[in-house]
């Protein structure tokens, strides 16, 4: 089930930002970024509708999936 990002308060869409970006581990680019920069852009793939949030019920996890990718997979 996709979870509207935009109904969330703000303190628990940066937890779940947060919650996804420390479970992705490293990061390749030429030089480190801090935690508020790549939530800054995760949040901005967000608000360009390229992700979305998904709550699995059958694991009671959320995720964040590639649109395009998590709807052509229903």
Do not use: C
């Amino acid at each position: 089930m996709i979870i509207p990002w935009q109904e969330l308060e703000e303190s628990t869409l940066y937890n779940v930002l947060d919650s996804f970006i420390l479970r992705e581990g490293t990061d390749y680019g030429e030089r480190e970024l801090t935690l508020a920069e790549k939530r800054e852009r995760l949040l901005a793939q967000l608000k360009a509708d390229k992700v979305v949030i998904v709550w699995s019920e059958l694991h009671e996890s959320i995720d964040i999936k590639d649109k395009k990718s998590f709807l052509g997979n229903l």
